[in-house]
């Protein structure tokens, strides 16, 4: 994309036109200066993490590939959860690996099996195993089925054959989607058992 020379004494504004400085206000003049700065530093900060997130994730494997090698052992795959402590016991870092999870087209299967069902049971007295059921095929703000919700339907201690029948396609119907590796950093909190994260977002960030 090619960038538009901009005259000096001048700026462009949100609608792409040029204004000469000496026509731009001076409140608008000091946001603009707060915006640029705080955004200048927040790119700093973005790539320190992005480097550091790098050279964490290839320390955290270096190290573990040297722990196995002790044993004679290589290991042939990454994956897998880790957790390193301090030698105090103070700090520990958590690699976790956390998996997407998704249904496949035997799901649809599933689903009509449970509505067989419920069209039984709504003229029954169990309106509180209906309204769960339902809950657990609410889809979220995105549009998606909640995955953890369906599958929490296979706890429930139902004897239809239709409803086993569904549990087990909707086992079959899970899918490995994706999957995201993770370094979560914890201090230890004082001289108890509990952990609280050291965070790297600046939601969690303190001030």
Request: with cysteine; hydrophobic share 45%; aromatic share 8%.
């Amino acid at each position: 994309m090619n960038q538009i020379a901009i005259p000096d004494g001048y700026r462009m504004n949100a609608q792409g036109y040029l204004v000469h400085e000496s026509l731009i206000k001076p409140i608008d003049q000091a946001r603009d200066k707060l915006v640029l700065e705080l955004v200048e530093k927040a790119k700093v900060i973005s790539q320190l993490l992005a480097e550091f997130k790098g050279s964490a994730f290839g320390d955290v494997a270096a190290f573990v590939d040297m722990s196995v090698e002790e044993y004679g052992v290589k290991r042939r795959g990454t994956k897998g959860n880790i957790s390193l402590q301090s030698f105090d016991g103070r700090y520990m870092i958590k690699k976790a690996v956390q998996e997407t999870i998704q249904f496949d087209e035997r799901f649809i299967a599933a689903k009509e099996l449970i509505d067989q069902c419920l069209v039984e049971w709504t003229e029954g007295a169990r309106p509180e195993i209906v309204a769960l059921v339902n809950d657990a095929f609410r889809t979220d703000t995105n549009g998606q089925i909640r995955v953890a919700r369906v599958l929490a339907l296979r706890r429930l201690n139902i004897t239809d054959e239709r409803w086993q029948k569904a549990m087990q396609i909707i086992g079959e119907a899970c899918q490995v989607a994706g999957s995201k590796d993770y370094i979560r950093l914890y201090q230890r909190v004082g001289d108890s058992d509990q952990w609280e994260a050291i965070p790297l977002d600046i939601a969690g960030a303190r001030v």
